[in-house]
């Protein structure tokens, strides 16, 4: 099985509509199996990120009449941004614009300063993380509910009473839904009750390969694979800076190395070859999916580089 390669970005550094829309054909021309963009609302650091944000899910709406192949979806939509009920209309209407390419990514929300910006909500870690279960809950259990039916929830946060659970994916019986992070305890059991991918973002293959036992050690508490249930897809983040020569490579790599509220991260700064052999360490833990964090959107020779001189070589890459 040849190792799935997509394309993440993050449009609040400053990228439009249209520069989003450059880039995900070419995207999709290059051979890359899906586009995947965060879900932020402000820039971070010091950066303004001029023209401003783009709203995660009205971009990929658009997007999504635009391609025919490629997968489209979040990593991640922040569960402090939107009710759980209408962000299941959202996405399942998304869904059906595309012909059934999208998928949801959800996490619990981190980057405070942007909600204080922008007067969204921004409860205790722990409340984020119980607001985030229960909107995975929701969300696929009004996927799920058959047409014809109505969908009840009584929770803490959320609480919802004869919800028609319309309209209905193109997808079934769901969208795939990503969780992922770098947490020890909630975020696997999370991931091993609700989701169809966990990711590990943007770290060393160690510390990857570290928290898939922790995701399988999750599956096997919650009887995941007795269910019936495919397994999970692992996937991982690799910041990519890669160049031609050594010289090409580092100017790319100069973004990274602005101070940033994220957590530290190991990109990939060299030559495709160098990409080339990190890729196969992932897939050597048993990773399926790569989402590889491109800077610029404005740099489309990077990311023809990547689909020409990358992409072939994943086809007789060996497996686990």
């Known amino acids: 099985m040849t190792l799935r390669i997509c394309v993440f970005t993050e449009p609040h550094r400053g990228a439009d509509y249209d520069d989003q829309l450059r880039f995900v054909r070419l995207v999709e021309a290059g051979g890359f199996e899906g586009f995947f963009r965060a879900d932020h609302y402000q820039a971070m650091g010091t950066d303004p990120g001029l023209p401003g944000p783009t709203d995660a899910w009205l971009t990929l709406a658009a997007l999504a009449r635009e391609t025919s192949r490629i997968r489209l979806g979040t990593l991640v939509t922040s569960a402090t941004f939107r009710l759980p009920g209408p962000l299941a209309v959202m996405v399942a209407q998304v869904d059906r614009m595309s012909g059934g390419r999208v998928e949801l990514g959800l996490g619990a929300g981190w980057y405070e300063r942007e909600h204080t910006s922008y007067g969204i909500p921004f409860p205790p870690v722990r409340e984020r993380f119980d607001r985030l279960e229960e909107q995975l809950a929701v969300i696929t259990g009004l996927w799920r509910t058959p047409v014809g039916e109505s969908f009840t929830y009584r929770g803490t946060y959320y609480q919802l009473l004869d919800a028609p659970a319309l309209p209905k994916p193109v997808q079934m019986p769901a969208p795939p839904v990503i969780v992922g992070g770098r947490g020890p305890r909630r975020t696997p ?101 790569i989402h590889l964090r491109l800077t610029d959107f404005h740099d489309l020779d990077h990311l023809e580089l990547i689909a020409g001189e990358v992409l072939p070589q994943l086809d007789s890459m060996p497996r686990v």
């Open 189 to 289: 059991e999370l991931a091993a009750r609700y989701a169809d991918e966990f990711n590990m973002p943007f770290k060393s293959v160690a510390e990857t390969a570290r928290a898939y036992r922790r995701v399988a050690e999750a599956c096997e508490r919650t009887g995941r694979a007795g269910a019936g249930r495919p397994p999970l897809v692992l996937s991982a983040g690799v910041v990519a800076a890669i160049g031609r020569t050594e010289a090409e490579a580092r100017r790319r790599a100069a973004p990274l190395h602005v101070k940033s509220a994220l957590p530290p991260e190991d990109p990939v700064i060299g030559s495709p070859a160098q990409l080339v052999d990190r890729l196969g360490e992932f897939s050597a833990i048993g990773a399926n999916r």
